[in-house]
C-alpha cells in the first residue's frame, strides 16, 4: 500500500501533537459551556476519537452525514443532508463542527449555517486539513490543524473510494492510483 504514496504528508507524531494542541485550546475557549463536537461522517471520525480524548473539559458527541462529493476526486458543488443532527435542547449546545479535510468550504459554510438557522446557541468549525487554496465559497474555519497544498490526499480519515482511511497519517496518493 505504501507504493501507492508518493510522500507522506503529516507524519503520526506531527498528528499527535496537531491535536493536542487543538484540544488544548478547544478546552480553554469552552471552559464553562456546553461543548458538542458534531463528527461529519465518514471522514471525521479518526480525528473526532483522538481530539475528544485531548480535551479536558466534559464534551458531548453527536454525528451528520452529508454528501458533496460524488465518489472519486471531483466536487459536485452541492451539499445534502443525509443524516442530521436530532437534538431538542440545540439552544443549549455550543455546536463544534469537526471535520478532517476543508476544500471548496461548501460543506462547512452550508452546515454552520443550517445549524445557526436550527437554534443552536453557537457554531464554531474545526478541521484537522485545510486546503486554502481550493476555495469556491468564502470560509475560514476556526481551528486548523495544518494547512496542507493542492495534493489528494488519504489517510486518518480520508479515503480514496473508500480506501485508506485508517491509516494512522496522511499520504499523497500517486497520480496513477486515482488516474487509472
Ligand atoms: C469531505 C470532507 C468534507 C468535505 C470537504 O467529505 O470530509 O466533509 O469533503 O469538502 P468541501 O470543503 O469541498 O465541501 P466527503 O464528501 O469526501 O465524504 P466522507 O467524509 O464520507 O469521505
Known sequence: MQNDFSQILVTEEEIDKTVRRMADEISRDYEGKNLVLLGILKGSVVFMGDLMKRLSIPVQIDFMKVSSYGTGTVSSGHVDIILDIRRKNLADCDILIVEDIIDSGRTLSYLAKYLRDKGA????????????????????????????????????????????????????????????
Do not use: N, W
Request: glycine residues 4%; charged residues 35%; proline residues 7%.
Open 121 to 180: 446557541r453557537s457554531v464554531k468549525t474545526c478541521t484537522m486539513l485545510d486546503k486554502p487554496s481550493r476555495r469556491e465559497v468564502e470560509f475560514v474555519p476556526d481551528y486548523v490543524g495544518k494547512q496542507i497544498p493542492d495534493e489528494f490526499v488519504v489517510g486518518y480519515g480520508l479515503d480514496y473510494d473508500e480506501k485508506y482511511r485508517a491509516l494512522p497519517y496522511v499520504a499523497i496518493l500517486k497520480r496513477e492510483v486515482y488516474e487509472k
